[in-house]
């Protein structure tokens, strides 16, 4: 069974940028489609988005918030997903989770393995 651990979260100013990885454990990480979410203060989690399993589609949630902005890859030699950031902002502050679907269908999941978040703090 795979496992998540998230790194590359700290405290960044508005219009940084910051890339975010998700490493995972085992040998099946290609069979895994792979998504993230966030989760800010006081909010539900949301989606942001996913990628296949080969890394050659990905979708992003068509909330303006992240559009334009984000961008997932995923490494499969390096067992590695990817959440690149640009041009952050105050609302980008939240607590981002990678999620892996072994039976997910790309999109939307399910999601059944979860990090255990890293957390991304955007000051103004």
């Known amino acids: 069974q795979v496992q998540l651990v998230e790194s590359g979260g700290g405290l960044v100013q508005a219009g940084d940028s910051l890339r975010l990885s998700c490493a995972a454990s085992?040998?099946?990480?290609?069979?895994?489609?792979m998504g993230w979410f966030r989760q800010a203060p006081g909010k539900e989690r949301e989606f942001v988005g996913a990628?296949?399993?080969?890394?050659?589609?990905?979708?992003?949630t068509d909330s303006d918030s992240v559009k334009g902005r984000f961008t997932i890859s995923r490494d499969n030699a390096k067992n590695t997903v990817y959440l690149q950031m640009n041009s952050l902002n105050p609302e980008d502050t939240a607590v981002y989770y990678c999620?892996?679907?072994?039976?997910?269908?790309?999109?939307?999941?399910?999601?059944?393995?979860w990090g255990q978040g890293t957390q991304v703090t955007v000051s103004s």
């Open positions: 990628i296949s399993r080969s890394g050659g589609s990905t979708y992003y």
């Open positions: 085992g040998r099946t990480f290609s069979s895994y489609v």
């Open positions: 999620a892996a679907g072994r039976f997910a269908i790309f999109p939307h999941g399910p999601y059944d393995l």
